[in-house]
């Protein structure tokens, strides 16, 4: 069992940057990959960026290629998100995601969720 709690959100500019954190409770966090989604309103939930459980795969939706970087500590039990470069379309709520499995931007993959966090950029 993990519980997740995601921070960092809020309302910046567009073209500024913010940085999003997900705490994981347990002591195995690092047999969990790691996802990071995100809900716009009147949208599906996407898949933004995934990494493995060492860190050493990563994988990131088209559009935030280049923008967003995902990383874990595990001896923290935190995962973040790192977005520069936001634009008014990254405006939605975010959501971390653990998984057993193999990390992918798949929601149906992942077994344990965060309550979100929004993210509001203005243009």
């Known amino acids: 069992q993990v519980q997740l709690v995601e921070s960092g959100g809020g309302l910046v500019q567009a073209g500024g940057s913010l940085r999003l954190s997900c705490a994981a409770s347990g002591r195995t966090f690092s047999r969990y990959a790691m996802g990071w989604f995100r809900q716009a309103p009147g949208k599906e939930r996407e898949g933004v960026a995934a990494?493995?459980?060492?860190?050493?795969?990563?994988y990131y939706e088209h559009s935030v290629k280049g923008r967003f970087t995902i990383s874990r500590e595990n001896a923290k039990n935190t995962v973040y998100l790192q977005m520069n470069s936001l634009k008014p379309e990254d405006t939605a709520v975010y959501y971390c995601?653990?998984?057993?499995?193999?990390?992918?931007?798949?929601?149906?993959?992942?077994?344990?969720w965060g309550q979100g966090t929004p993210v509001t950029v203005s243009s």
């Open positions: 995601a653990a998984t057993t499995n193999r990390g992918t931007l798949i929601d149906t993959d992942y077994n344990y």
């Open positions: 990494i493995s459980g060492n860190g050493g795969s990563t």
